[in-house]
């Protein structure tokens, strides 16, 4: 971080707390303008919008008054929204401003005036360069506890739910650190509500046959380290980037800036949002690298994208991924080098080597090293084996991935065994999975097995029950579920995925539980036609959230529980806003850091029916309050 201070000029106070002074050249054009891009020429820039109170390259002093929910500070000059990277709640600091919008802005970091005592210095040696994680500057419990905050301020924001605050809210309401109502409507409007999410549509895509890498942040974080909040798809929803680019003449479009509002709810009213579930050791976490692999000066490198490009950065280490991760991925770049193997070029669609895959199971100690290449040919493929096997111990499956097709999409349809085993197994508390190079597994499994058996507890089961599991994936949550329930009818829009969740089943011996590929608004129908009546629905859907006619088909079955497992609270906001006004009430929501040093958090939310029983259930099942 520079620490620069501002240049001259006159300052004025802005109304809550921002100062500018205006640099040479600050009419300058902002970023982002259409035109050729043909060689030779420059793109032009977009005109400068007229009017707001700081131009680009304006200097200006700010007091950070929340997050938004990409982790960038949000600051006020003259009551106009910048978002700054790096800045924390409660810091002063000076920032360049970098891009005007109507709204907001965005603004650098000049200098660090007054710290957070959330502040920390990063461990990563290449957190400033590699945007997989997003915060950890900040300490793991101001993480936890922001991360419930996100999930409390989207249920009030998008689904106009009442949230109880929990102990010591309603006076940081009072401090000032609310977010302003009008900056709360844009980013509900931004978020999608009352609209489509950007996403791909009609497709599940738990199944990593659509991972995307590329030169995002969130595109970097699936290549190698952190931001799994898009585990599920596999990357950003197409088109989602820190503003969705929704707009309206009455509400803007900026990202939700994170804050105390609803703190006025009654205690005794209102959804619970119990403080988030996190990790006692947030490091060193996932099971799953996928590195995009280059050249530089002749040399084969492997690791992440360079913020804002596609070119890529070597790295030795991720701190948040397992250490085995990081040997097996050194060790293939070190065999492909004494190998000769040249990179895929994606500009000019040459060279063999796109991406390495690697897999560890936690619980088994098993290894998988998986070489995506851009053809069918794998040179010197005997000495790949044979170096491998020799220097990766542990190692059950070696496997080639071919992708001939000019995209950013990782894996392509063809996957052949060199060595070993098809799968590797992993253990989610006492049900075994096999894990395929394609098949989607959650990353965390530590967190997994915190996340699932909130699921189960939330499932109230007894035994008796039918349970239908929407979104099944793999069976994870279904076979979950299984242990306790008398029925589990699982649903998947995906073949392969529906096809690992029966081979998963039978290798448990679990026959209680049966799969079916659809999408879930067209299967569940019919198996109501067919009799199958479910006493609780469970539904894991990906960023963009449930189908409307999934939605519709739950308030149709009328089960007596709704458990929602959700990667994104904006949607998970909007969904419960339509079940909630089909009849159902949402008990409580449990935030769960899957993700450490990352933005993104899952949560787990309970709706019961209100023509059910409530006091018995609050009772006997449901120690919620």
Request: a neutral charge.
């Amino acid at each position: 971080m520079k620490n620069n201070h501002n240049r001259g000029g006159a300052a004025r106070n802005g109304s809550q707390g921002g100062k500018r002074n205006s640099a040479p050249g600050s009419a300058g054009h902002a970023r982002g303008g259409s035109g050729s891009r043909g060689r030779g020429g420059s793109r032009p820039a977009a005109a400068e919008i007229t009017g707001l109170p700081v131009a680009k390259n304006d200097e200006v002093t700010l007091d950070i008054i929340g997050m938004n929910h990409d982790g960038e500070g949000v600051g006020r000059a003259d009551g106009y929204t910048l978002f700054v990277p790096g800045a924390l709640p409660g810091e002063k600091i000076t920032a360049k401003v970098l891009k005007t919008k109507k709204q907001y802005g965005y603004a650098k970091m000049q200098m660090l005036v007054e710290s957070s005592p959330a502040r920390v210095e990063a461990p990563c040696e290449i957190y400033d360069r590699c945007g997989g994680c997003q915060i950890q500057h900040m300490d793991y419990a101001a993480q936890l506890e922001w991360k419930r905050q996100q999930v409390a301020d989207s249920l009030q924001r998008i689904g106009k739910l009442n949230v109880r605050p929990l102990e010591g809210e309603a006076s940081a309401a009072s401090a000032g650190t609310k977010a302003s109502a009008k900056t709360l409507e844009a980013g509900a409007h931004a978020a999608g509500l009352g609209e489509n999410v950007p996403g791909r549509d009609g497709v599940s895509d738990k199944y990593e046959a659509t991972a995307r890498t590329g030169g995002t942040a969130q595109e970097s974080a699936t290549a190698f380290g952190g931001g799994e909040g898009y585990e599920n798809s596999g990357a950003a929803p197409d088109g989602e980037t820190a503003v969705s680019g929704a707009s309206s003449t009455n509400l803007g479009d900026a990202p939700f800036v994170g804050g105390t509002v609803g703190a006025e709810v009654s205690a005794s009213e209102g959804i619970l949002v119990p403080p988030t579930l996190g990790m006692s050791e947030p490091w060193r976490y996932r099971n799953k690298a996928q590195v995009p692999m280059g050249q530089e000066n002749g040399r084969l490198i492997g690791g992440f994208y360079a913020r804002g490009s596609h070119r890529i950065v070597d790295m030795e280490t991720c701190i948040i991924q397992h250490e085995a991760n990081d040997e097996m991925v050194e060790t293939v770049k070190a065999i492909g080098r004494e190998l000769g193997i040249s990179a895929y070029d994606e500009e000019t669609g040459r060279g063999l080597l796109r991406h390495v895959v690697v897999k560890v199971a936690f619980a088994t100690g098993e290894k998988m090293v998986v070489l995506v290449t851009s053809g069918d040919r794998l040179p010197r493929v005997d000495d790949w084996v044979e170096e491998i096997r020799s220097r990766v111990p542990g190692v059950k499956s070696i496997c080639q991935n071919v992708n001939t097709r000019q995209t950013n999409v990782i894996f392509g349809d063809v996957t052949r065994v060199l060595w070993g085993d098809e799968v590797i197994h992993d253990y989610i508390g006492e049900v075994k999975f096999a894990i395929s190079a394609r098949s989607f597994y959650q990353v965390n499994p530590a967190q997994t097995e915190v996340l699932y058996g909130k699921t189960l507890e939330y499932a109230g089961l007894t035994g008796s029950e039918t349970v239908i599991d929407a979104y099944c994936g793999i069976g994870t949550i279904s076979l979950f579920l299984a242990q306790k329930a008398k029925r589990v009818y699982g649903v998947e829009i995906v073949k392969e995925a529906i096809e690992d969740a029966r081979k998963n089943a039978k290798l448990n011996g679990i026959e209680n539980a049966e799969f079916e590929v659809g999408a879930s608004e067209d299967v569940i129908p019919r198996w109501k036609a067919q009799g199958i009546t479910p006493d609780v629905i469970v539904v894991d859907p990906p960023r963009k959230g449930c189908d409307p006619r999934l939605l519709e088909t739950i308030l149709e079955m009328k089960p007596e529980r709704v458990v929602y497992v959700s990667c994104n609270p904006a949607t998970l906001a909007r969904d419960l806003r339509v079940l909630e006004d089909g009849g159902f009430k949402t008990v409580k929501v449990q935030p769960v850091d899957m993700f450490p040093q990352t933005v993104h958090v899952e949560a787990v939310a309970l709706l019961l029916r209100e023509s059910f029983n409530m006091v018995r259930n609050q009772k006997n099942k449901y120690p919620l309050f």
